[in-house]
């Protein structure tokens, strides 16, 4: 079981990506997901989850209302869509899936089991 993290890059203040979150299995199917992020001397953060059914989403303080979370059908891949950028965005960004099925979000990464490589979002001023 493998998860795959992708799509970064360098873009300018009030720009936008989308990143994605693969699996090689079907494995969000029944498990909430979450994104975090590790800005650079910072410890990592919790930015978005989505729950197993995606039904619902959460956000931190700092990107509510700029990002947005959503998932596949199939079970096997989940976005964050970055919009209105901002310097502070800069990190790497990390996906991961929740440890137990039918569990809630969690903004704890001890609550998450399988981590994607990260990849490396930089917002120029």
């Known amino acids: 079981v493998q998860l795959q993290a992708f799509g970064g890059g360098l873009v300018q203040t009030g720009g936008f990506l989308r990143l994605s979150c693969s699996a090689s299995?079907?494995?969000?199917?029944?498990?909430?997901t979450g994104w975090f992020r590790q800005a650079p001397g910072k410890e990592r953060e919790f930015v978005a989850g989505?729950?197993?059914?995606?039904?619902?989403?959460y956000y931190s303080d700092s990107v509510r209302g700029r990002f947005a979370i959503s998932k596949g059908n199939a079970g096997n891949i989940v976005w964050l869509q970055l919009i209105g950028l901002k310097p502070e965005d800069t990190a790497v960004y990390f996906c991961?899936?929740?440890?137990?099925?039918?569990?809630?979000?969690?903004?704890?990464?001890?609550?998450?089991?399988?981590w994607g490589q990260g990849t490396l979002v930089t917002v120029s001023s």
């Open positions: 991961a899936r929740r440890s137990l099925a039918y569990a809630a979000v969690s903004p704890y990464e001890r609550d998450y089991d399988y």
């Open positions: 299995e079907s494995m969000f199917r029944n498990y909430a």
């Open positions: 989505i729950s197993w059914n995606g039904g619902s989403r």
